[in-house]
Nanobody
Framework: QVQLVESGGGLVQAGGSLRLSCAAS????????MGWFRQAPGKEREFVGG????????FYTDPVKDRFAISRDNAKNTVYLQMNSLKPEDTAIYSC?????WGVGLRAREYNYWGQGTQVTVSS
């Protein structure tokens, strides 16, 4: 069992930055690929990006590529989402997820454990 807790969300102006953290419980964090997802009001949940268990591989969707970066510290059982050049359309609840995936999981169904999410609001 893995429990995930996100933090770092908040209100930021367009063009600003935020860093989200996702802290995981348990001793097997380094065996899980991690993903970040977001859900805006009235929209489907969408995959933002992910990182492999070792941290050697990352993937980002086009809307966030070149603006967001995912990293992980397996010694601290934590994965990060650095968000730069934020836009109002990035406003959403951001959730992290863990899954035993080879490489980077691109789909929600590949992830077994989910955090509660943290709100990110970008004002124009």
């Amino acid at each position: 069992q893995v429990q995930l807790v996100e933090s770092g969300g908040g209100l930021v102006q367009a063009g600003g930055s935020l860093r989200l953290s996702c802290a995981a419980s348990g001793h097997t964090f380094s065996t899980f690929a991690m993903g970040w997802f977001r859900q805006a009001p009235g929209k489907e949940r969408e995959f933002v990006g992910g990182i492999s268990a070792s941290g050697g591989s990352t993937f980002y969707t086009d809307p966030v590529k070149d603006r967001f970066a995912i990293s992980r510290d397996n010694a601290k059982n934590t994965v990060y989402l650095q968000m730069n050049s934020l836009k109002p359309e990035d406003t959403a609840i951001y959730s992290c997820a863990a899954g035993r995936v080879w490489g980077v999981g691109l789909r929600a169904r590949e992830y077994n454990y989910w955090g509660q999410g943290t709100q990110v609001t970008v004002s124009s």
